[in-house]
């Protein structure tokens, strides 16, 4: 590898020629090279081949092993996905006529019918004309113009459901208008977090992940009302379950709660994922417990070691290791 004191060096003594002549070389290399990484992206994301190793997607095996940034991961393996569904983006993006934003802000508007024209329109498309393509590709429903406390916005689900009505009534009825966009009223409060609080909400958003994949605030914020009333209102104050550790006399899938809590605590709500190199995966969102011998071969619900909590990607993949591999 060329020291970086000898890069600069060239770069001192070079002529403009020189140095115009070296950049677009190294711009056609670079193009080339991103082709042939997207193609590898690509290809193993299809294997879930990030998996063994013990990251629990190829996202998190790009920033913590290649060092890439989340953005650079994101809109990498973005890319590659369609690449891997439309080839020819690779060819625009090695000859340059197209760049890794556009297929980024592009992609999810391709179909086999029309990426030739859209890809063909991008081409040496600004920014800008790249944001009114994808925009008038998928046009959003107008946001509203002043912020007050109390909202009126529109009831998507009443709506539709109110207009797939109203269309049979209408068909029967002769009724030519469709009748009014359902109103809701919504309140908007505005605070800022300190530290603390802010570290919890993005633990709790961590942790539900598996219920809200899209991690919203509000709802994040309804279920952590929800337990909170839970615990100190006396009208929905539910009794505890026995937690009392004992064997299951009945042998069932089931874990019950001593185990999850043992677990839990030994595995430090991570998955407990290791791989042949010893990599621990550590994942903190969508986890959930894994019979180690499975159950239906034997293997216990009321024993600890036998238990352990895994990321739903390594729970898949254990499961296809357990079964799939033997058989
Ligand atoms: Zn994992």
Redesign the pocket.
């Known amino acids: 590898m060329t020291p970086i004191s000898e890069i600069l060096r060239r770069c001192v003594i070079s002529s403009d020629d020189e140095l115009f002549h070296r950049l677009e070389d190294g711009t056609l290399s670079e193009r080339s090279h991103l082709v042939e990484t997207l193609a590898i992206i690509g290809e193993l994301h299809e294997r879930r081949a990030a998996?063994p190793r013990?990251?629990?997607s190829l996202f998190v095996y790009c920033t913590q092993r290649l060092g890439y940034c989340e953005r650079t991961a994101y809109r990498r393996i973005a890319a590659a996905k369609a690449c891997r569904s439309f080839p020819l983006i690779l060819e625009l993006l090695r000859s340059g006529k197209i760049h890794l934003t556009a297929i980024v802000l592009l992609r999810e508007h391709l179909t086999p019918e029309n990426h030739e024209s859209v890809l063909a329109r991008a081409e040496g498309a600004s920014m800008d004309q790249l944001k009114r393509m994808a925009a008038s590709m998928s046009p959003m429903q107008a946001a509203p113009t002043e912020r007050t406390r109390v909202i009126a916005v529109i009831d998507k689900e009443r709506l539709f459901g109110g207009l797939e009505a109203s269309t049979g009534a209408g068909e029967q009825s002769g009724l030519a208008f469709p009748p009014a966009p359902p109103l809701m009223f919504r309140t908007e409060h505005q605070f800022t977090l300190g530290d603390a609080a802010e570290a919890k909400l993005m633990r709790a958003r961590e942790l539900l992940a598996h219920k809200f994949p899209m991690g919203d605030l509000e709802s994040i914020f309804e279920a952590a009302l929800d337990s909170l009333l839970d615990a100190v209102d006396p009208s929905r104050r539910k009794a505890r379950p026995d937690a009392e550790p004992r064997p299951l006399a009945d042998q069932t899938r089931r874990i019950p709660e001593w185990v999850r809590r043992k677990v839990r605590d030994r595995d430090e709500d991570r998955?407990a994922?290791v791989s042949r190199e010893g990599i621990r995966?550590?994942?903190r969102r969508f986890l959930q417990f894994d019979h180690v011998v499975p159950w239906s071969l034997g293997g216990r619900s009321d024993d600890p070691a036998n238990v352990r909590q895994?990321?739903a990607?390594?729970n898949r993949w254990a499961w296809r290791h357990a079964f799939v591999t033997r058989s």
Do not use: D, N, Y
Request: glycine share 16%.
């Open positions: 998996l013990g990251f629990s998955c994922f995966c550590g994942e895994l990321c990607a390594h």
